[in-house]
């Protein structure tokens, strides 16, 4: 049998294992989707209140199915990881990680990488196409191939993006990108995913996203990667995607449309872990860098401040390196406080409506995402209950939330979305069988 016989014959057997909703949405949208099969009792909508403002979820709607990715040159992602957007001339650009196949795929065939996106201007959630040239990869494009022991780059294997946004300095714009990247060590593992040390790093774009640049690696976790692999040979630290968003010198969150790059950090969120911390467990942690020194590392071809540029919450100040020069991240970086436990996955966006950050993350062990919201970015109530929780079970698992705003630009109404890759709970996270999925978000006070 052919590979190309072989996957219509899975995506039969796909479409006729799941039974079905949203023919109407899909079949307007994406006729290729048009037998999908998921009814919107499985995922309806849903709210949560503070005491500010109330916050809800719409029902799903389908934004891709296998077929579809595997006709735009795809045989995982999109989007393996946490998903970026950026507002441009025609419309807006997604950034996501995928890894492109050897058939349908003509740009960049058998690679892993950063792809672009490209939404319908007047719908978000309908993918018009998408590049299938990598913008951005690992320097091994199909992944860690033979044994491996603790030295090479820290993007050998793996580089996942990511998370967006235009900055301006007064004169000119260009697009920020944070990767999450891999050294994965030991035997790749059949229908597993291989072991890995997680790091990561910033890229730029100088010209709408049409390419990128590396600027290196900016936050390491505070293990070496050499004692890491010594004290965990069988477990991965995952370090996330990065997320990022822009606050003030006292933690609040900033609206990226009138930041003072002198006044501004960058906050990125990430999983860090040591002994001491959440129990010894990954969790949640922040590190910042000015934004007025991001933008000067940009135009400095000398990239030996990179490493320098970020730097960790410890003990309520940003005070800790969070990343080191060390070729093979075999030097420690900074101490860190958590700011909240058993948040995996982050994403995180500024709303407009309330002035507040919100952060989306996958509730470990649980298949369910979950919603917080703070005016302080190193302050996320631990104690509370989420504000809300998407959570499709028993039928389905979700995972991946992106986070993504549209709107909000020339006076036009502002708009939150959540992008997220849903499952069939038995399908053990297998790429042919998830779906592209999002909602929209409402807030009001």
Request: hydrophobic letters at 35%; charged letters at 15%; glycine letters at 8%.
């Amino acid at each position: 049998m052919t590979q190309q016989m072989w996957l219509r014959t899975a995506f039969a057997l796909l479409l006729a294992f799941m039974v079905g909703w949203s023919a109407g949405i899909c079949a307007a949208q994406q006729p290729a989707c048009s037998s999908s099969a998921i009814q919107e009792s499985d995922c309806p909508d849903s709210t949560g209140n503070s005491a500010e403002f109330h916050f809800s979820l719409s029902a799903c709607r389908v934004v891709s199915c296998y077929q579809e990715r595997y006709n735009f040159g795809f045989q995982f992602g999109y989007v393996d990881g946490v998903m970026g957007a950026v507002k441009e001339p025609n419309g807006y650009l997604y950034f996501g990680s995928a890894k492109s196949n050897s058939t349908t795929c003509k740009g960049t065939p058998n690679t892993q990488g950063v792809y672009r996106l490209v939404p319908d201007a007047n719908e978000p959630t309908h993918i018009n196409s998408a590049d299938c040239s990598a913008l951005l990869f690992p320097l091994n494009k199909q992944g860690n191939l033979t044994p491996r022991g603790v030295t090479g780059p820290y993007d050998s294997d793996y580089l996942g993006g990511g998370p967006a946004m235009e900055i301006t300095d007064g004169q000119n714009k260009f697009i920020l990108l944070t990767y999450h990247a891999e050294f994965q060590y030991g035997r790749p593992r059949s229908n597993l995913a291989n072991l890995f040390f997680g790091t990561l790093g910033l890229a730029v774009s100088t010209d709408e996203g049409k390419t990128f640049r590396k600027l290196g690696q900016i936050i390491q976790p505070h293990s070496s990667r050499k004692l890491w692999i010594k004290h965990f040979p069988t477990k991965s630290l995952s370090v996330g995607n990065g997320p990022f968003i822009l606050g003030d010198e006292k933690y609040n969150p900033v609206s990226p449309h009138d930041a003072d790059p002198e006044k501004t950090y960058l906050y990125v969120f990430y999983i860090d872990q040591a002994p001491g911390v959440c129990g010894g467990n990954q969790c949640l942690a922040v590190a910042r860098a000015r934004l007025s020194d991001v933008i000067k590392a940009v135009y400095d071809t000398n990239t030996a401040a990179v490493p320098y540029l970020f730097r960790k919450y410890y003990n309520g100040n940003f005070d800790e390196p969070a990343a080191t020069t060390d070729v093979n991240n075999n030097i420690p970086s900074g101490l860190y406080s958590e700011v909240l436990t058993g948040a995996f996955s982050p994403s995180i966006v500024y709303d407009p409506t309330s002035r507040r950050a919100i952060l989306a993350y996958q509730v470990p062990n649980e298949h369910t995402i979950a919603f917080r919201t703070s005016s302080n970015l190193v302050e996320w109530n631990p104690s509370l209950l989420p504000l809300a929780t998407l959570d499709e079970r028993p039928k389905y698992w979700v995972r991946y939330p992106s986070l993504i705003q549209t709107g909000g630009e020339h006076g036009t109404a502002p708009q939150l979305w959540i992008f997220y890759t849903h499952d069939p709970n038995d399908s053990k996270g297998a790429w042919t069988k998830a779906t592209f999925m999002a909602r929209s978000i409402k807030v009001t006070q």
